[in-house]
């Protein structure tokens, strides 16, 4: 699968697996979840490590939020990193490195103005002393991680949002599928560091078994 597929065909039978999920969460209340990866200030244009479109992105969502989602549950994730080692430097790679950024106490780690934290079920604190991508890796304050979180809640489907499509959104929904739930990436929901990575993101996040909602913007 290409991400042409994706802004094409697959639309159509991504919205009916959509009409068939909203279905079965209405019957069996309390089973689809959000999860929001890093919407953070340092990641939205003006931050440390901005993201192209991330500002857009945080609109969108909140405008998600304000209506009638219809998900059970909605959660959120956090780069939230105090001396997390090799993952800063000061000639960062882009790829294993990066420059500082989502400092905790900083501005720049808080969720922009878009999103608060009473938009949140819960919130995954992750990366603190060593690189993390994936929202899997994250873990309340009280140390309760993401996938214990949503099998206490019965969430058996979730779909993702947020920054970055190639990293931390990319990992978190291979975890989410290697945890047995279904999975599905808001495409229109999501901006890459490297917009030229998307299209070899979504075909290894398709191989893997997720699925996708929504258009790639521009």
């Known amino acids: 699968m290409t991400h042409t597929d994706v802004n094409q065909a697959d639309v159509k039978q991504a919205d009916v697996k959509q009409a068939d999920a909203n279905e079965t969460a ?12 890093d919407v953070q200030r340092d990641f939205c244009e ?43 430097s000061d000639n960062p790679d882009f790829v294993d490195s990066w420059p500082r950024h989502c400092v905790v106490g900083t501005p720049g780690a808080e969720f922009t103005e878009e999103l608060t934290f009473d938009d949140f079920d819960a919130i995954f ?8 991508y994936s929202g899997f890796e994250g873990a309340e304050g009280d140390g309760t991680g993401l996938r214990q979180w949503l099998a206490g809640a019965g969430v058996t489907t979730v779909e ?11 990992a978190t929904a291979l975890d ?5 739930l ?3 990436v808001l495409v229109d929901l999501t901006a890459a560091v490297d917009p030229s990575s998307i299209s070899e ?4 996040l398709a191989a893997a078994g997720v699925s996708f909602r929504g258009r790639l913007p521009g």
Do not use: M
Not at 176 to 180: L, P, S, Y
């Open 26 to 37: 209405a019957k069996t209340s309390g089973r689809r979840a959000l999860i929001v990866v």
């Open 160 to 170: 993702i949002c947020g920054i970055a499509t190639d990293h931390c959104v990319r």
């Open 125 to 132: 604190d992750k990366g603190e002393y060593t690189a993390a």
């Open 201 to 204: 993101t979504l075909d290894e």
């Open 176 to 180: 989410a599928v290697k945890a047995g």
């Open 182 to 184: 279904d999975t599905t």
């Open 46 to 88: 003006g931050g440390s490590l901005a993201v192209a479109g991330g500002r857009a992105v945080a609109s969108r969502i909140s405008e998600l939020l304000a209506g009638q989602h219809g998900y059970s549950r909605v959660v959120a994730t956090r780069d939230h990193h105090i001396d997390p080692g090799g993952h800063f």
